[in-house]
């Protein structure tokens, strides 16, 4: 008998349940309760090939930062054709979403220059959450999609976060080619995170 795909077909359609991903969600809910009491994690980036449910993987995390004491944001990457086009588009992003969470927090910071910004945001945000007894959670994805210079940012400003011991972490999800870039950043880089990887399900799992 032909079982179907739970998967709704369309990018990060959500399905009536998520089956097959109980591994996948209950270390979600572990890291997300870690970091909600303040207990450094490793950041998560969930990967695999396109149409295998990483988005909606995402979007069912993020469902459940928003039950706990976590301020979160989600930022979908879009594709450039060269590497001169938007080259702000991310550091836009990062920067409106740590105003959003200062703002939601009571406190106000300024900063200047990419990585040192982007470290400079993230210990702010990271701090001003952590007195509020808050956590930070940046949802990214279509990760592959950014550029080297935004990567390696991120990579100093998470970096910096875990050397701190402040509550902010990164949910990402792309393709396995993330994998290698982020790696090829700083010789630190594959150690921040979680790489967690996302299959088509088999019959039996589709069965459930």
Same mark, same amino acid.
């Given at each position: 008998?032909?079982?179907?795909?739970?998967?709704?077909?369309?990018?990060? &359609?959500?399905?009536?349940?998520?089956? !097959?991903?109980?591994?996948?969600?209950?270390?979600?809910?572990?890291?997300?309760?870690? *970091?909600?009491?303040?207990?450094?994690?490793?950041?998560?980036?969930?990967?695999?090939?396109?149409?295998?449910?990483?988005?909606?993987?995402?979007?069912?995390?993020?469902?459940?930062?928003?039950?706990?004491? *976590?301020?979160?944001?989600? *930022?979908? *990457? $879009?594709?450039?054709?060269?590497?001169?086009?938007?080259? !702000?588009?991310?550091?836009?992003?990062?920067?409106?979403?740590?105003?959003?969470?200062?703002?939601?927090?009571?406190?106000?910071?300024?900063?200047?220059?990419?990585?040192?910004?982007?470290?400079?945001?993230?210990?702010?945000?990271?701090?001003?959450? !952590?007195? /509020?007894?808050?956590?930070?959670?940046?949802?990214?994805?279509?990760?592959?999609?950014?550029?080297?210079?935004?990567?390696?940012?991120?990579?100093?400003?998470?970096?910096?976060?875990?050397?701190?011991?402040?509550?902010?972490?990164? &949910?990402?999800?792309?393709?396995?080619?993330?994998?290698?870039?982020?790696?090829?950043?700083?010789?630190?880089?594959?150690?921040?995170?979680?790489?967690?990887?996302?299959?088509?399900?088999?019959?039996?799992? /589709? $069965?459930?």
């Amino acid at each position: 008998m032909q079982y179907p795909d739970p998967y709704t077909p369309g990018a990060g &359609f959500m399905p009536p349940y998520l089956a !097959g991903r109980e591994r996948l969600l209950d270390n979600a809910q572990k890291y997300l309760s870690a *970091i909600e009491k303040k207990y450094p994690q490793q950041s998560v980036i969930y990967f695999g090939l396109r149409g295998v449910g990483k988005t909606v993987l995402l979007n069912a995390v993020e469902r459940m930062a928003d039950s706990r004491n *976590i301020l979160y944001e989600h *930022i979908e *990457i $879009k594709e450039r054709k060269s590497a001169k086009s938007d080259t !702000g588009y991310f550091e836009q992003q990062i920067a409106s979403a740590c105003k959003k969470f200062l703002y939601a927090l009571n406190f106000s910071h300024t900063a200047k220059g990419l990585i040192s910004d982007m470290t400079d945001l993230f210990v702010a945000v990271g701090k001003a959450a !952590g007195e /509020a007894g808050m956590a930070i959670c940046f949802f990214i994805d279509e990760i592959q999609y950014m550029k080297s210079v935004e990567i390696e940012a991120l990579v100093v400003a998470i970096h910096r976060c875990n050397q701190l011991g402040l509550p902010v972490m990164i &949910f990402g999800a792309g393709l396995p080619s993330i994998i290698k870039t982020i790696g090829d950043t700083k010789s630190y880089a594959e150690r921040l995170f979680k790489f967690e990887e996302v299959k088509a399900l088999n019959t039996n799992e /589709a $069965k459930r």
